[in-house]
């Protein structure tokens, strides 16, 4: 049983041009709202929550309305041309405006820049969805956690594009920026991606290839036949389904904590330089990108559910040991490093498993639905945990932020548990999947 790694690497390119810009739109629309606009910090934490808010209610609904549509060119590649195109129109017009205002501030330009900031949050929610549902769409159930292994390695490769860019073209200290050539290079980048995946991805044609495999081998769908002759979900299936969806949003809720408030901690509590907590950050999204082909490798050979959950034990116990470290009176270390090394590693051993996990227990016809709940559950999560987390490192104190992250993790292993459905079924012989090997 053999991943068409080529044909999956083009698939990536939508998920590699959506981490392009999402690394560029965390890093600079906060610097246009402060240094161009005069926006305040908390205001402009409010508008920098809004894509998560907008992507709690229209990722699910995107992703569903793409499940069902039926075009000559497939289901999600209408939302993905579509989506890109309305996306770079408005990554023009944004930095067109922020330097308009510099060099001419009318309040009315700050009303067009909000205006195009949400057109383009809109426009980006349009393909996120379909594109992340492009992958099990065109992969067969028994090799998708390979495959969202390698469309996590080609987000990492985008974010990556970003950080070099901005390392070479913003060199100078306290100034404020032209930031329109860098949005002409993502916005470039995300045009010639999606082309790229168009013109080499057949995507009916392969969808049909997937289905026919599917009907051959029943045993891989988890869905019966209602009195209306309808695919519907056995009770112990929604329970799975629910405590499996209950997981992403504790394991979010615990990592996401850590990631967004680290750079505070570290220099508080570790006394920490802010480029060595940087450094730390790095560490693990670099642990993280050279494991996701190997732990593709390993939840193929020993299970989703097994590998998701050895994930959690590491991390949580990677968390547990840095808050005794700090309790300890402990301050910078290279031993951190190792740490953190360990947290990208098991990062990546729930990260890879657990979208694959949520689409195994759905009809191909729901992959778009069933991604938006992966996307529902995460993002409720990362929108909660900040404001939660923040209170108690407020009016507690910055030791709680790994004790309330171990525990949080810990308590996705007891859900997880639970969950019986949407693992790895044995590997078939070779020749029954030759078919899904051969080159587009």
Not at 12 to 21: D, R, V, Y
Not at 57 to 66: A, C, E, Q
Not at 260 to 280: K, P
Request: glycine share 6%; charged share 15%.
């Amino acid at each position: 049983m053999k991943l068409n790694q080529k044909r999956t690497y083009l698939i990536g390119l939508a998920f590699m041009s959506i981490c392009a810009f999402w690394q560029m739109y965390d890093n600079v629309i906060p610097l246009m709202l402060r240094d161009t606009f005069g926006v305040n910090d908390t205001v402009s934490g409010f508008i920098m929550a809004a894509d998560n808010v907008l992507a709690l209610f229209l990722l699910p609904l995107l992703g569903t309305l793409s499940d069902k549509v039926d075009t000559p060119i497939g289901r999600r590649m209408p939302f993905i041309l579509g989506g890109t195109g309305l996306a770079v129109i408005a990554m023009i017009v944004l930095p067109l405006v922020d330097n308009a205002y510099f060099a001419n501030p009318r309040s009315y330009l700050l009303v067009v820049f909000i205006a195009v900031l949400g057109f383009l949050l809109l426009s980006m929610a349009c393909y996120r969805s379909p594109a992340v549902a492009l992958m099990p769409d065109l992969t067969p159930k028994p090799l998708r956690s390979k495959g969202n292994a390698v469309i996590n390695l080609m987000g990492a490769v985008g974010g990556i594009l970003y950080l070099l860019l901005s390392t070479f073209m913003f060199t100078e200290k306290n100034v404020r920026y032209d930031y329109l050539p860098i949005f002409l290079i993502i916005a470039g980048i995300m045009v010639v991606s999606v082309l790229v995946l168009f013109l080499t991805v057949k995507e009916k044609k392969v969808a049909a290839e997937v289905k026919a495999f599917d009907e051959a081998h029943p045993e891989y769908d988890l869905t019966v036949k209602d009195e209306h002759k309808s695919a519907i979900l056995p009770r112990p299936v929604k329970r799975s389904l629910g405590f499996i969806l209950a997981s992403i949003a504790l394991w979010f809720t615990g990592y996401n904590a850590v990631t967004t408030a680290f750079s505070r901690y570290a220099t508080r509590e570790w006394e920490m330089s802010l480029s060595s907590a940087n450094l730390c950050l790095t560490i693990a999204t670099a642990g993280a990108i050279v494991s996701y082909i190997p732990i593709g490798m390993i939840s193929s050979r020993i299970g989703r559910k097994r590998t998701i959950m050895i994930g959690i034990i590491g991390i949580t116990t990677a968390f547990a040991t840095a808050a005794i470290y700090t309790l300890g009176g402990g301050k910078f270390s290279p031993f951190l490093y190792v740490l953190f090394v360990l947290i990208g590693f098991s990062w990546a051993a729930i990260n890879v498993n657990s979208l694959p996990m949520v689409v195994e227990m759905c009809r191909d016809s729901d992959v778009g639905k069933f991604t938006g709940l992966y996307y529902t559950f995460s993002m409720t999560a990362q929108i909660i945990t900040p404001i939660l987390s923040g209170w108690l490192l407020d009016h507690v104190g910055y030791w709680t932020l790994f004790p309330y992250s171990a525990i949080f993790l810990a308590l996705s292993f007891m859900t997880m548990i639970f969950v019986r459905h949407g693992d790895n079924k044995p590997a078939l012989p070779a020749s029954k999947l030759e078919a899904f090997d051969v080159e587009d």
